[in-house]
């Protein structure tokens, strides 16, 4: 096909314009798929003919509409005054804001809905580039222009003629230059629009960032070259099968198959030769152990190499099979992201992305919403991943006018979503590690997207096809579902279950339980969360037809900018100017843009881990959840500690056990101490190093608690002896004045003040997930509103008493907010108990409070002085932060941490650095340490946690994000006798009612010493 211009210019950049602004408004809009782009699609193939990057530096220039007259594409227009670009780049990150800035919306257009039209003002990009042709590509027969990635809609001239159009911002797309091109010098110009008909349908949960993203690259076809190579592959008993599809002229045969190591050279010597290949003795292909064998496919004239994974997949009832085994997702959604590089693909950093996901257990990626960057799927391969591969596809924002318009039921449409489905499959086909074939998402459904499952179908039998919204299950293989909630999720995986299914008839329903399910989204990732991972795993352990899912979502997507003093921060929605945006949704994975994993992280990691501990008396069953691996890569150490300090260690002989298996071996003697708490804790650990972690990686971890129980510490003496006191007095290390503490050991400290709030999570600020056991009066409304309509942000205290007895001091205190007749009663008693400080809090709400608690604890100021409290050590649950919902990560043991890194960067500030279980804590001042507290269970066992701050609460809810808190003179101690849990109400379920803080009456109980 080729290519020829309504005009001799057809978009340009003066005032005047050949074209009116309707014309040129639907030339920009057209929903072709392109004009000039060479088809069929074809796979991306390592090819030793000859090839020339365009990467580098082209010139550049930018105009804020499609308009424009000169003929910028002629090879001899003078691109003098325009300025250098990187390519692969987007525009808007270059040049500190002078091409624009980045956009980010989840579900909102950025522009008018009016399809297939985008407005005038649509900044468009010029790109022109010198290159000389190779000499020595005198013999090849075409040509070939290739683009890899450009958003959104981009025209290509070459030596001022005019070659074609494209979009498909994700997509490849090549074109046939060979009579364009010529020897020496050549000039090759591109416009690219930001706006276009193809801004309809990737209206994805991301940034929009213009630009040739992705590479560019001339290819030299020779005479006899090899056009597509798809060799696809079966596993059964240590047999494998190569199912070839070879693309070629039949100038090009021979063509030889050659896999060295398996002895394979066949010789096809004409098309209908090509066959399949039968071979014994095969290695498979897995995630966890990615067998993959040299292959090369060759013609006299090209060579091309492949990596053959050998595998089947195939659904067998309402079990989603690899290689007969049933495949359990441990996966995350991933998009292209990079504060600085936004979707430009660096390789080193995403080598090292996926060995991060390795080492936290994570097994599987769904690319979320689009094919990710080739070479990223050849990582996959080769370290081992299930993947989702999803089709360039998302019209999310036709929600805000009921789905009307929308292209995914529009016949207009249908050949540019076949066109993406197609260059899709047709590009990646090759890929071991691509299991399941998604059209998109949040597309809403229709006949484009049958369409496109059919083709699919069509073209590759063997792999399922996916689609979230086809909730009826018309065109679908596997039944998906986004945050569904833990109880719908069992329902839906329970045999015999008839519960009504989300927008499914009872039919309909049925039809779906016939299906391997999985989450394709759940347990959003937002800032601090989420909460309940392991209910979720539970649940997969239980119930076959569960699959597992892909949390939402992998990493942030910050971009990194400065405030106007230079101080650099992550930006997110609104940061940028932008008319319409989402905010902070786009900050919403377990890893920060920073590339910190968070807590989240190291949660998944241990509820997911494949290897499972059960103690029972002496012995331990170690279970391989694994799907084909055995524990041959593993060793299993343990330790014993006497609160928290290591005592003896050692190795655990287990013997190798099968996936699925499971095997019983002995503890070690365990040394218990009689005077503190007993920890065993096991560890399975690499036996060797691997491409993704070094050797003694810890893969799982399980700990038994070998205490001895000893009596509980006498709660202080009943006194009868109180008597009204002014409070001025001193207790040990303890100074009151009027009742109110004001030095402790030395320093100046105030407290215990009631702390009811929390810096809201973005979990706690969304009113939109789904409440679990809610009434209609708070539905839709946030936990955050409620506790700000209660004024829990902003309590205030009237003193009801002081009472002073012997050794002792008692005050009471009503605490409530301005505008409110609740109330919260809290008595605390100080007292010598022994010789050391005790402080025991009562804390008593009134009645007819109607919300959940954030926390219910007290707060402690400990200002700088001479000697700031800058770090802690703690005996209890660490390293990192852990709450009701998600304390799977955190193990008991003895931990020390700077106060900075007590907290995390979340990008906007909120609830961080609660550590549970406490049993000691040491306040330090570098090296030294200022304060001792034990802190001593409550009557039914429990036991507090804490958090140590620079900033309260109500500083880090006023931020926005982190350079706006305030500088501070002041360390905050706040313990806590409980926390609400975490929950995923941002985009999911809210925090479940057994982890949900009622208001209640609690018990704190300290005792504080000096340094010793």
């Known amino acids: 096909m080729t290519f020829s211009s309504p005009t001799d210019n057809t978009c340009c950049h003066q005032e005047s314009c050949d074209l009116l602004p309707s014309e040129l408004s639907a030339l920009v809009s057209d929903t072709a798929p392109g004009r000039g782009a060479l088809r069929p699609a074809r796979s991306w193939l390592h090819s030793d003919a000859p090839s020339l990057s365009l990467n580098g530096s082209w010139r550049f220039r930018l105009s804020p509409t499609a308009s424009a007259a000169e003929d910028f594409a002629a090879d001899a227009f003078d691109d003098e005054g325009w300025d250098n670009i990187p390519v692969p780049s987007h525009w808007v990150l270059q040049g500190d804001g002078a091409y624009g800035r980045p956009i980010y919306t989840n579900v909102q257009f950025p522009f008018p809905i009016d399809p297939p039209y985008v407005p005038d003002e649509n900044p468009t990009g010029d790109y022109r580039r010198h290159f000389a042709l190779p000499t020595d590509w005198s013999d ?27 979009s498909g911002s994700r997509l490849a797309h090549e074109f046939d230059v060979t009579s364009a091109v010529r020897p020496g010098d050549n000039v090759v110009a591109v416009r690219v629009h930001q706006w276009s008909a193809a801004s309809y349908v990737e209206d994805q949960d991301q940034w929009w960032l213009p630009g040739i993203f992705r590479d560019v690259t001339l290819l ?28 070629a002229d039949e100038s090009a045969f021979p063509v030889t198959l050659r896999v060295p190591e398996l002895g394979v050279e066949q010789v096809w010597a004409t098309p209908a030769d090509v066959a399949p290949v039968e071979l014994a003795d095969v290695e498979p292909w897995s995630a966890e152990q990615p067998r993959l064998y040299e292959a090369t496919v060759s013609s006299a004239a090209e060579s091309i190499a492949l990596r053959v994974g050998f595998r089947t997949v195939e659904i067998r009832g309402d079990r989603f099979l690899v290689n007969g085994r049933r495949v359990v997702f441990h996966g995350v959604n991933r998009h292209e992201t990079h504060p600085e590089r936004g979707r430009v693909f660096d390789e080193e950093h995403a080598r090292e992305d996926l060995a991060l996901m390795k080492r936290f257990n994570v097994n599987a990626i769904r690319t979320s919403h689009y094919p990710p960057h080739p070479r990223l799927l050849d990582l996959a391969d080769e370290l081992g991943f299930w993947v989702v591969l999803e089709c360039d596809l998302e019209t999310h924002g036709f929600g805000t006018v009921d789905w009307v318009g929308n292209p995914s039921d529009d016949p207009t449409w249908r050949p540019a979503l076949l066109d993406r ?44 096809v996916h689609y979230e919204g086809d ?89 990194l900018t400065t405030t106007p003093d230079g101080t650099p921060f992550y930006g997110y929605g609104g940061d940028f100017g932008e ?26 990691k241990a509820v997911v881990q494949p290897v499972g501990f059960t103690f029972e008396a002496d012995k331990l069953a170690v279970t391989n959840h694994r799907h084909s691996a055995d524990t041959s890569d593993l060793r299993f150490r343990w330790r014993v500690e006497h609160d928290g300090r290591l005592v003896e260690s050692g190795d655990l002989d287990v013997p190798v056990v099968a996936a699925g298996g499971s095997e019983w071996v002995p503890l070690p003697p365990v040394a218990v101490a009689p005077d503190a708490e007993t920890w065993l804790t096991i560890d399975a650990v690499l036996a060797s190093p691997t491409a993704w972690a070094p050797e003694g990686h810890v893969i799982a971890t399980a700990q038994l608690d070998r205490t001895v129980r000893r009596p509980a510490v006498p709660a202080a003496r009943v006194r009868g002896d109180w008597r009204p006191s002014d409070g001025t007095v001193a207790l040990g290390i303890a100074e009151f004045v009027g009742g109110s503490l004001v030095r402790l050991a030395g320093r100046a400290v105030s407290g215990p003040r009631l702390e009811l709030f929390r810096a809201p999570t973005d979990n706690d600020e969304s009113g939109a997930g789904t409440v679990v056991g809610s009434d209609d009066s708070t539905a839709g409304v946030s936990s955050a509103d409620l506790w700000r309509g209660e004024g829990l942000d902003r309590l205030t205290t009237r003193r009801l008493s002081v009472e002073g007895a012997e ?63 800058d770090g802690a050590e703690w005996f209890g649950l660490g390293p990192l932060e852990s709450y009701a919902d998600s304390l799977r990560a955190a193990y008991t043991g003895r931990f020390s941490s700077t106060i900075r890194d007590l907290s995390v960067d979340y990008a906007r500030p909120q609830e961080t650095g609660h550590r549970s279980h406490l049993r000691q804590l040491s306040l330090k001042c570098g090296d030294l340490e200022t304060l001792r507290i034990v802190a001593v269970p409550d009557t039914q066992g429990r036991r507090p946690g804490f958090t140590l701050s620079r900033h309260t609460p109500q500083q880090i809810a006023r ?17 806590d006798a409980a926390q609400h849990g975490l929950g995923s109400r941002a985009c999911g379920p809210d925090v479940w009612p057994e982890f949900a803080l009622r208001p209640e009456a609690r018990t704190i109980r300290l005792r504080i010493t000096a340094p010793r």
């Open 807 to 869: 050794d002792a001091l008692r005050t009471v205190d009503k605490v409530s907010a301005a505008n409110s007749a609740l109330s919260v009663l809290v008595e605390s008693v100080w007292s010598l108990e022994d010789g050391e400080l005790e402080l025991r809090v009562e804390i008593e709400p009134s009645r007819g409070w109607r919300t959940v608690w954030p926390r219910i604890g007290v707060r402690f100021e400990l200002p700088d002085g001479t000697a700031p409290v």
């Open 421 to 464: 489905i197609e260059r899709t499959v047709e590009r990646d086909k090759n890929h071991p590690s691509i299991v399941i074939w998604s059209l998109g998402n949040e597309a809403g459904t229709g006949s484009n997207l049958a369409a496109m499952s059919a083709w699919v179908h069509a073209r590759d039998a063997e792999r399922p």
């Open 471 to 559: 909730h009826a299950g018309e065109y679908t293989d596997v039944y998906s579902r986004m945050y569904s909630t833990v109880p719908e999720t069992e329902q839906i995986g329970t045999d015999g279950s008839t519960a009504p299914l989300l927008n499914c008839t009872p039919a309909q329903g049925a039809r779906q339980r016939t299906k391997p399910f999985l989450l394709c989204e759940y347990a959003h990732a937002m800032g601090n969360g989420p909460g309940g991972f392991d209910q979720y795993e539970a649940l997969v352990h239980r119930h076959p037809r569960l699959h597992g899912g892909f949390v939402w979502e992998w990493r942030d997507h910050g971009i």
């Open 959 to 975: 931020a926005e994000h982190p350079f706006e808190l305030p500088d501070s003179t002041t360390s905050h101690l706040i313990i």
């Open 220 to 247: 030299a076809r020779p005479a006899g070259g090899i056009e597509d190579v798809w060799l696809r592959t079966g596993f059964d008993n240590g047999r494998g099968r190569i199912d070839p599809e070879v693309v």
């Open 140 to 166: 090849a027969e075409r040509m070939v222009l290739r683009f890899d990635g450009v958003e959104s809609l981009f025209r290509v001239w070459v030596n001022g003629v005019a070659i074609g159009s494209a």
């Open 579 to 604: 008319v319409v945006h989402d905010g902070n949704f786009v900050m919403d994975g377990m890893v920060l843009s920073n590339d910190v994993p968070t807590p989240s992280l190291y949660e998944f």
